[in-house]
Every structure is written in structure tokens, then in C-alpha cells.
């Protein structure tokens, strides 16, 4: 049995992920806040944080297909409902987010919740894929590397440039060609600059700029020359 188009969609969480959802998928209705009991719906996805998944779960009477957008987490969380997950991998901000084209998590207790998951999922024009219970940490895990880290690492960037009264845009170029080259070759390939090129003298001189001016980011600088210089050593 498959999941027909027409299913009456609520979503529940008026929060950054809640909000996006309403706004890009058709005929959804809400966000509504958390103690909805999903009465006249036929789906409830829950866009609350994953530590009040299992409660808002509970309050959904019986009988909905009930869905979360939690990444790292699996299905067990919506017991006893019939359940499903969609998670969008993609950022989203306080204006919104562009779903079409990004990657989608799902998964289904029964072939009904799994193909309702995939419809979602065309409705916004994201690629499905199917991740396992004991591969959800993992797959977050990297979700978070790639996204997170990586922002927290530029805005790093950017408080050692700002010691020089320069701007972060001067940096847009270089970490959209660097971006671009990692997804085209790979990380070993792709690895350009002084720790790469094994030119110590330079990463000292850097690493003491670091220790002068942003001390606090010494450690991230430590271990970024550390990793860095591994995977140089791979790409031989």
C-alpha cells in the first residue's frame, strides 16, 4: 500500500524547521504548537527538537501516520504510532530555507509511513535516501562536519582577519573555489596552501599571529594544521 497525494498534513513546531516546512510543501497545514493531538489529519510530522520528539508523539491520538525531521535519531521515538521520518539535509535559517535539490533521510515502519516519506520528499524536490537506525548518528555526524563546523570554522577565519581590519568578503572567493574543488576531487586532492606544501616556516608565523590576537582559537588552529597535515600525507 502507498501513500496517496491527497493525505491531510499537519505540522507541528513553530520553530526555523516548522515554519520552512509549511511554506514549501502544498496543502500542509499549520505550524501548530506542541499538544496538538493531530485530530482530522491523516500525517503528523513533528519539527519540534529531538528531545521533545517522544512527548509530542504521545499526545498525537491514534491513527495518523506520525513523522519527525530528527536526523540522529531513529523511529522508535514515535511508538506505537505508525511512523516515519523525513529528515532535510539542508540548513535553515530564521528566513527560511531552498529545499529543491538537497538530500532527504528517510525511513518507514511500514511500506505506507516509507513511501509517505518519499512523497514529502518530492514534494520538495529533495533526493530520498534511505539511512538505517544504526547509521543515523553517523550520517548526522557528518551533517553536522560539513555544515556546522564549517561555519564555525569560517567565522574563525574571520575574527583572525578582522585583527587586520579587512572584511570576510574578501575570503567569499577563495572558500567557494575551495568548497567547489573538495566536491569535484576530494579532500587529499583538493588541499592547497603552506601545510600542504610542507612550508613550516609559514604555518609558525601564522600560528603565531593566532596566539597574539585570537588566543582562544589556538587549539582550532592546532588541530586543523594537524588534520590537515594527515591528509596531505595522503594525497601524498
Given at each position: 500500500?502507498?501513500?496517496?497525494?491527497?493525505?491531510?498534513?499537519?505540522?507541528v513546531g513553530a520553530g526555523r524547521m516548522g515554519?520552512?516546512?509549511?511554506?514549501?510543501?502544498?496543502?500542509?497545514?499549520?505550524?501548530?504548537?506542541?499538544?496538538?493531538?493531530?485530530?482530522?489529519?491523516?500525517?503528523?510530522?513533528?519539527?519540534?527538537?529531538?528531545?521533545?520528539?517522544?512527548?509530542?508523539?504521545?499526545?498525537?491520538?491514534?491513527?495518523?501516520?506520525?513523522?519527525?525531521?530528527?536526523?540522529?535519531?531513529?523511529?522508535?521515538?514515535?511508538?506505537?504510532?505508525?511512523?516515519?521520518?523525513?529528515?532535510?539535509?539542508?540548513?535553515?535559517?530564521?528566513?527560511?530555507?531552498?529545499?529543491?535539490?538537497?538530500?532527504?533521510?528517510?525511513?518507514?515502519?511500514?511500506?505506507?509511513?516509507?513511501?509517505?516519506?518519499?512523497?514529502?520528499?518530492?514534494?520538495?524536490?529533495?533526493?530520498?535516501?534511505?539511512?538505517?537506525?544504526?547509521?543515523?548518528?553517523?550520517?548526522?555526524?557528518?551533517?553536522?562536519?560539513?555544515?556546522?563546523?564549517?561555519?564555525?570554522?569560517?567565522?574563525?577565519?574571520?575574527?583572525?582577519?578582522?585583527?587586520?581590519?579587512?572584511?570576510?568578503?574578501?575570503?567569499?572567493?577563495?572558500?567557494?573555489?575551495?568548497?567547489?574543488?573538495?566536491?569535484?576531487?576530494?579532500?587529499?586532492?583538493?588541499?592547497?596552501?603552506?601545510?600542504?606544501?610542507?612550508?613550516?616556516?609559514?604555518?609558525?608565523?601564522?600560528?603565531?599571529?593566532?596566539?597574539?590576537?585570537?588566543?582562544?582559537?589556538?587549539?582550532?588552529?592546532?588541530?586543523?594544521?594537524?588534520?590537515?597535515?594527515?591528509?596531505?600525507?595522503?594525497?601524498?
Amino acid at each position: 500500500m502507498t501513500a496517496a497525494p491527497d493525505l491531510r498534513l499537519a505540522v507541528v513546531g513553530a520553530g526555523r524547521m516548522g515554519a520552512a516546512l509549511v511554506a514549501a510543501l502544498p496543502d500542509a497545514a499549520g505550524p501548530f504548537g506542541r499538544g496538538f493531538d493531530g485530530r482530522g489529519f491523516d500525517a503528523v510530522l513533528l519539527a519540534v527538537p529531538d528531545r521533545e520528539i517522544s512527548v509530542a508523539a504521545a499526545v498525537v491520538h491514534p491513527g495518523p501516520l506520525v513523522g519527525h525531521c530528527a536526523g540522529a535519531w531513529g523511529l522508535d521515538l514515535l511508538a506505537p504510532h505508525e511512523a516515519f521520518g523525513m529528515h532535510p539535509l539542508m540548513t535553515v535559517t530564521r528566513e527560511g530555507a531552498m529545499f529543491a535539490g538537497a538530500g532527504a533521510a528517510v525511513a518507514g515502519s511500514t511500506p505506507r509511513a516509507l513511501a509517505f516519506a518519499r512523497h514529502l520528499a518530492e514534494l520538495l524536490e529533495m533526493d530520498a535516501y534511505e539511512v538505517a537506525d544504526e547509521d543515523r548518528a553517523a550520517y548526522h555526524a557528518a551533517a553536522s562536519i560539513a555544515s556546522n563546523f564549517l561555519v564555525t570554522l569560517e567565522d574563525a577565519a574571520e575574527t583572525v582577519l578582522a585583527t587586520a581590519g579587512m572584511d570576510r568578503r574578501i575570503l567569499l572567493p577563495l572558500v567557494r573555489a575551495s568548497l567547489e574543488n573538495w566536491a569535484a576531487l576530494g579532500g587529499p586532492a583538493a588541499i592547497t596552501g603552506p601545510v600542504a606544501r610542507g612550508d613550516d616556516a609559514a604555518v609558525e608565523r601564522q600560528r603565531a599571529a593566532v596566539a597574539e590576537r585570537a588566543p582562544h582559537l589556538l587549539a582550532m588552529f592546532d588541530a586543523m594544521v594537524a588534520a590537515t597535515r594527515t591528509m596531505a600525507r595522503t594525497a601524498g
